[in-house]
């Protein structure tokens, strides 16, 4: 009896422990985030510059490139395909239809409906919780799609003592203008170790817009010298990010000190 009971219990052991084991056997390899990547439209073809396939690839995501669409279904549809999003650069938003200003003179192109799908794409990704990261335009897009609005023109809407070129001329992955990191910010930390000892850091500069009044429930984490906004993110979702200079320009040519940038999108889609 006693001996039949231990032939039970080590029947048992022996059985359960196998389940076990088999529980321990190494995890299916976990699979690369999809990262989409908002297209820029003309007549004819939607694209992506190259430059941010590279960025998003070495940052270990899988780039999907998102065409331009005015319709809602499509563009909630695209959100639950992808695992974070890349709002790309472009065009100036349309401030009449978007935050109720006249167009001044020295405003620049618009293509509407790359406004409506970009914004649209914008609010959908916050709602659905994927990661975003918006650069140039697309910090822009972030800033007016949660009710901010913009400088349509830096130069001609900017006074300051300490003017700052925002157009360079000069190589794409070049840094020709200061900005400064404000402490305690999502970008300061992911910037922490290439930022000098004053917070500040040499970035590129491709825009005559950018943000002025900044969206409700926003923060501003990095500014130029003449006090134009070069980085937003949202307060308490640190996935929610914007930059106006372009990462992806030094990123894709192998100065990897602004990877950072997208691998926390990367990171936090998977
Ligand atoms: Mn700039």
Redo the contacts with the bound molecule.
């Keep these: 009896m006693i001996r039949t009971l231990f032939i039970q219990i080590l029947f048992i052991t022996l059985f359960t422990g196998g389940i076990y084991a088999q529980s321990k056997e190494p995890a299916v390899q976990e699979k690369a985030p999809i990262i989409g990547l908002s297209a820029t439209y003309e007549t004819g073809q939607n694209s992506v510059p190259n430059t941010y396939i590279i960025a998003v690839r070495k940052a270990g995501g899988i780039p999907v490139v998102l065409p331009v669409t005015d319709d809602p279904e499509i563009i909630l549809r695209m959100v639950e395909a992808i695992d974070g999003l890349i709002l790309t650069g472009g065009e100036d938003l349309d401030p009449l239809r978007w935050y109720g200003e006249e167009p001044l003179p020295a405003m620049g192109a618009i293509v509407p409906i790359r406004d409506f799908f970009d914004i649209h794409l914008a609010r959908t990704a916050v709602e659905q919780g994927i990661p975003v990261l918006g650069i140039c335009r697309g910090e822009q897009t972030l800033n007016v799609a949660f009710g901010g609005t913009l400088y349509q023109d830096i130069p001609s809407q900017v006074r300051s003592d300490t003017p700052?070129k925002?157009n360079q001329r000069a190589p794409r992955e070049y840094g020709s203008?200061t900005?400064t990191v404000t402490e305690g910010t999502v970008l300061h930390n992911l910037l922490k170790d290439v930022l000098e000892k004053d917070n500040t850091f040499r970035?590129n500069?491709y825009?005559h817009q950018?943000v002025k009044d900044l969206a409700p429930g926003f923060i501003i984490s990095a500014y130029?010298k003449d006090g134009?906004p070069?980085a937003i993110e949202m307060m308490g979702n640190p996935h929610v990010l914007g930059v106006?200079?372009h990462p992806e320009g030094p990123v894709s040519q192998g100065d990897h000190a602004l990877l950072p940038l997208f691998r926390h999108v990367v990171e936090a889609a998977r």
């Design positions: 700052v925002h203008h900005i970035v500069s825009h950018a130029a134009v070069e106006q200079f």
